[in-house]
């Protein structure tokens, strides 16, 4: 069955950086747009950044400039580079996967987390 797995949370300080790296198996993350979320304790989940086929990107307003998503140089991964992080940015992490350019994903990872405390 289609799989995703995130990898790469931990424990930041405030201004540092993390990678995280969402791994495929069984669909081809080119075909797919694929998404990152965070949910926050209390908060709703937010869509972060997504990279959609042909490699355009977006990105909420409270990450631009900081989260750059891009095709990970392993085979079938999406990466998210986060730097100079923010305590506001701690929150569990998802990878998610939607068919072509489609709004509703189908595949969702298990999440990794993702906390920036001195």
């Known amino acids: 069955q289609v799989q995703l797995v995130e990898s790469g949370g931990g424990l930041v300080q405030p201004g540092g950086s993390l990678r995280l790296s969402c791994a495929a198996s069984l669909i081809s993350v080119s075909l797919h747009t694929m998404r990152w979320y965070r949910q926050a304790p209390g908060k709703q989940r937010e869509l972060v950044a997504d990279i959609k086929p042909g490699d355009i990107t977006d990105y909420a307003e409270s990450v631009k400039g900081r989260f750059t998503i891009s095709r990970g140089s392993a085979k079938n991964t999406i990466d998210l580079q986060m730097n100079s992080l923010k305590p506001e940015d701690t929150a569990v992490y998802y990878c998610?996967?939607?068919?072509?350019?489609?709004?509703?994903?189908?595949?969702w990872g298990q999440g990794t987390q993702v906390t920036v405390s001195l």
């Open positions: 998610a996967a939607a068919k072509g350019y489609g709004l509703q994903n189908d595949y």
